[in-house]
């Protein structure tokens, strides 16, 4: 416990001294573009530190060993990240490097590939239906559209950070438990206070690290657990990958680069909404995207409605909001 203890002190240490670890690394988001909504120079390692606090958990844990395959999954989501952050990579080589990477990762760990899904309370082996690189492929693309999704949503202090909370807890409460849940949620509360108050940022080492968690959380759960239906998970990734998916198709209707950042985001169009007010965007945020789910767990209208509505709801509040920015 004494070991535990230690950690959670350095590792609040490292949140206080985020400046000095930006500075050595040449870390600071600078507000130089019209689409940040940041007025002074903020250190984006929120994402360096709660990965050291992984890596320390698992080594005072002397599991490290036992763990090497998560551990490899998401270093690598988070090396990406944080050479991005370091060189700004281009989206193409991204992408590439990712998909290649996760590709080969899934060859040589079947525990997290889908395959099975349960479809309306049916469950569908898909090793009857798609030969084995197909079904890798699937696991792939899916992995790499939620990270995508995800760190789209990392716009505005809180938001990626609560989500994750959130859809942690979420899974932890209904399905498969993990004791490293736990502690990631402490690292990314920690985060989530010295973030609110404007003291450091994720950077895209800690998008894409949160992303790669909660990926591999999800598909060890549908790999163990077939309680978890591809509606919930639809339902808990629904507005994110929504919005991911109405912004790459404006963007390539405008012939533009489908991973280029803009400010033409749910969380962006809200904010201007609002009047700039974060903490009411922030909680009209998380609760568009988590009462579907909530709704659902009730069981008392079906999912499949459920999503459908949600869709056309949000379809008409994006009209609105588009308009009173145009107007």
Not at 110 to 130: D, T
Not at 205 to 214: K, N, V
Not at 234 to 245: A, E, H, T, Y
Request: aromatic share 16%; charged share 10%; glycine share 4%.
């Amino acid at each position: 416990m004494i070991q535990y203890s230690l950690v959670i002190i350095f590792i609040i240490i490292l949140f206080f001294n985020s400046n000095r670890i930006a500075i050595f690394f040449k870390l600071i988001d600078f507000p130089n573009e019209n689409r940040k909504i940041h007025l002074d120079p903020i250190p984006k390692v929120g994402g360096i530190i709660i990965y050291i606090g992984i890596l320390l958990y698992f080594l005072v844990n002397n599991n490290f060993i036992q763990n090497t395959h998560y551990i490899i999954f998401v270093s690598f989501f988070f090396l990406v990240g944080l050479l991005d952050d370091l060189s700004n990579l281009s989206s193409s080589f991204r992408l590439i490097t990712c998909f290649i990477f996760t590709f080969i990762f899934l060859i040589f760990n079947p525990e997290i590939r889908i395959n099975e899904i349960l479809i309306f309370e049916k469950n569908i082996n898909l090793n009857s239906y798609l030969n084995y690189f197909s079904i890798i492929l699937i696991t792939t693309l899916s992995i790499l559209l939620l990270q995508n999704a995800i760190n789209m949503i990392d716009g505005m202090n809180g938001i990626c950070a609560f989500f994750i909370i959130i859809s942690i807890l979420y899974l932890n409460f209904n399905y498969l438990y993990l004791e490293i849940s736990f502690f990631i949620l402490f690292l990314i509360l920690t985060f989530t206070y010295f973030n609110l108050m404007n003291k450091t940022f994720l950077g895209n080492s800690g998008s894409y690290l949160l992303s790669s968690i909660l990926s591999y959380k999800i598909l060890f759960i549908n790999s163990n657990e077939l309680g978890l239906t591809s509606e919930k998970i639809f339902l808990l990734l629904l507005i994110p990958g929504i919005d991911m998916l109405r912004l790459f198709i404006i963007r390539i209707f405008n012939k533009k680069n489908p991973f280029k950042a803009d400010s033409n985001h749910l969380h962006h169009l809200l904010l201007y909404y609002l009047k700039n007010k974060k903490i009411k965007t922030l909680l009209i945020y998380l609760t568009l995207s988590f009462t579907p789910l909530i709704i659902s767990s009730l069981h008392i209208i079906n999912d499949i409605f459920i999503i459908s509505l949600s869709i056309f709801l949000y379809v008409i509040m994006i009209i609105k909001l588009k308009f009173l920015k145009t107007y």
